[in-house]
């Protein structure tokens, strides 16, 4: 069967680093998403990784690992917005996307 | 980037009522279009898959008779909720998508609570 893991829950302290990991087993693969959603709100892009390796959009970096099945979105200088849960989503060959329950992240100050 | 709106943000119908949700792209041409419900604290469940002109694919366990919807044209779904009852009451949300693979850009979401 299709399965997407990822920990229901996570607490980082503001300013500092945290790592959420989503390992994935899907038919086929076409790509992983990483999305943000604040509570009562639809969920938000935060980036797309099809190739192996880690691509950087400003505080937040995401990487691949296609042999592994296992993806991680690197949230870094955490800030209080950033309190949200995250979506791991893989893209299988049918270019179904493929949910994982999401991770809770909470920020302290 | 791709906006998608839905309308309404916020519906309150009674029981047994049926209950239209708009969805739209704003600035672009969705290829597939899809319909998610998500109840609270839960991950998006996916409800049905629908390309314009086409009949939607339901998700096994979703009532094709009970959840229409309509993909009437590239910037255009909608969904309707038929004969409503409180356990439908949930978040519903849209997304459309621009070829495949391609980024799916969601809508804002639609709070459905039948009482």
């Known amino acids: 069967g299709q399965n997407i893991d990822q920990p229901t829950e996570m607490t980082a302290t503001e300013g500092a680093i945290v790592q959420i990991n989503c390992t994935y087993q899907?038919?086929?693969?076409?790509?992983l998403f990483w999305y943000q959603q604040h509570a009562g709100e639809a969920p938000t892009f935060l980036s797309y990784?099809?190739l192996d390796g880690l691509e950087e959009k400003g505080r937040f970096s995401s990487f691949l690992s296609r042999s592994k099945g296992y993806s991680y979105l690197l949230l870094k200088e955490l800030q209080m917005k950033d309190s949200a849960s995250y979506l791991c989503?893989?893209?299988?060959?049918?270019?179904?996307?493929?949910w994982g329950a999401g991770t809770k992240l909470i920020i302290k100050p | 980037g791709a906006v998608v709106s839905q309308h309404p943000s916020r519906v309150i119908c009674k029981s047994g009522t049926s209950v239209k949700i708009e969805c739209r792209s704003l600035?672009?041409?969705?290829?597939?279009m899809f319909w998610y419900r998500q109840f609270p604290k839960q991950s998006l469940m996916l409800m049905a898959t629908?390309?314009?002109?086409?009949?939607?694919?339901?998700e096994q366990g979703v009532e094709k008779d009970k959840f229409l919807i309509n993909h009437a044209s590239l910037t255009l779904s909608t969904l309707t909720v038929t004969s409503a009852h409180p356990e439908d009451s949930s978040f519903y949300i849209c997304?459309?998508?621009?070829?495949?693979?391609?980024?799916?850009?969601f809508g804002p979401g639609t709070r459905l609570t039948v009482t």
């Open positions: 997304s459309a998508r621009v070829g495949d693979p391609g980024e799916q850009y």
């Open positions: 600035d672009f041409q969705a290829t597939t």
């Open positions: 629908s390309n314009e002109g086409s009949k939607a694919t339901y």
């Open positions: 899907t038919s086929g693969f076409n790509g």
């Open positions: 990784n099809v």
């Open positions: 989503a893989a893209l299988d060959s049918n270019y179904q996307l493929i």
